[in-house]
Structures are given as structure tokens and as C-alpha cells.
């Protein structure tokens, strides 16, 4: 009898088309400029939420009707500045910044979390900072400057109605597989 398999879940807000061709057209701008060992792929953009880790099926099952409980209205959301993280001279991690002026992308991280702990999982520690990240490894042969960064991507606006439970397939191209959706 075949076991079933563990997934690398975690779960993320979706960014519209016309931001992924905004960021996507900014990385292409930027890219030859910028060595990162690995740019990620523009299907691949999102907001995580929550990253769950290794999830069992039985327990992807009971995820997936403790988040059936959690609402909100849809709201915008907005791209913002450039950033990084890590150490800034050779950064792990170049993102675009994420704009919640009414804070409803931080209530829904916030009930997502609350549902995840009843389901189980263990929460982040660190604070939530909501991004979409674009590159990883700095690989440079000098300093990584992020003021060498003159140009932003255009602050692209999208509408969230929905967000997803993520699958990881580590080594696909695109990366991640929606396992399922929550809508409004």
C-alpha cells in the first residue's frame, strides 16, 4: 500500500497579473545589475501569511476546515519600496515592500494564525512583515548598496478576495502549487 506523502505547505495572498508584469518587468530591468543567486519566478509572487512546513494529509484536511472559518471583506493592497533582508552588504533576501494602509492584510495574517494554532501548528516568531520577495543570495563582488536602486516599481494596486494553502515542489519551475483556496 502506498503511504501518503508529507507537503511543504504554507499560506500566502496572491498578487494579481498586472502586479506580476509590474514586478516582473522591474526584475528584468534589474536583474543583470543585481547578482542574486536565484530570482524567483513570477508565477511564483505571493504575501506569505503563515509558513506551516512538512504537513501530513490527514492534517492538511483539518487545516483546511479550521481556515474555512475565518473572514474578512476584500480590500486593496499596493506595491511599495524595494527592500532587503539580512545583512545589508550581502543581503539573503531583495523583496517589494507591500502598502496595508486600512491594516486588513495584517487582521488576516492575524485569524489565519489564531486558526493555524487551534489546527495544530506553531506560530512564526518573528513579526509580520508582509513582502513579496523577488531574489535570493546576494552574490556580488562588492557591497551590495540599495541606494544603487534609483528606480521602484510602479506602485501597482490589486484587490485580495481570496488566499491560499501553498505547496512547495522544490525542484519545479514555478515553485509553489495552489492546494486550495479560500475566497470572501
Known amino acids: 500500500m502506498n503511504k501518503q506523502q508529507s507537503s ?20 528584468q530591468g534589474h536583474q543583470q545589475k543585481l547578482p542574486f543567486r536565484k530570482w524567483t519566478h513570477p508565477a511564483d509572487y ?15 484536511n483539518k487545516l483546511i476546515e479550521t481556515l474555512q472559518h475565518v473572514t474578512f471583506e476584500p480590500f486593496s ?4 519600496q524595494i527592500g532587503v533582508f539580512g545583512q545589508k552588504a550581502s543581503p539573503r533576501i531583495l523583496w517589494a515592500s507591500v502598502v496595508d494602509s486600512t491594516q486588513a492584510l495584517k487582521e488576516l495574517q ?20 508582509a513582502h513579496l520577495t523577488l531574489a535570493r543570495d546576494y552574490r556580488g563582488d562588492r557591497s551590495f548598496q540599495l541606494s544603487d536602486i534609483s528606480d521602484q516599481p510602479d506602485a501597482s494596486s490589486w484587490e485580495v478576495n481570496h488566499f491560499t494553502v501553498m505547496k512547495s ?6 515553485m509553489y502549487e495552489v492546494v486550495h483556496t479560500f475566497h470572501v
Open 77 to 80: 493592497l499596493s506595491l511599495g
Open 46 to 60: 505571493h504575501i506569505t501569511l503563515q509558513f506551516l512546513g512538512e504537513t501530513s494529509p490527514p492534517v492538511i
Open 8 to 27: 511543504r505547505l504554507f499560506i500566502a495572498v496572491p498578487v494579481s497579473q498586472r502586479v506580476t508584469n509590474t514586478l516582473s518587468d522591474w526584475v
Open 110 to 129: 492575524r485569524q489565519i494564525v489564531k486558526r493555524t494554532e487551534l489546527a495544530g501548528f506553531e506560530t512564526e516568531k518573528r513579526e509580520f512583515r
Open 169 to 174: 515542489n522544490l525542484k519545479s519551475t514555478p
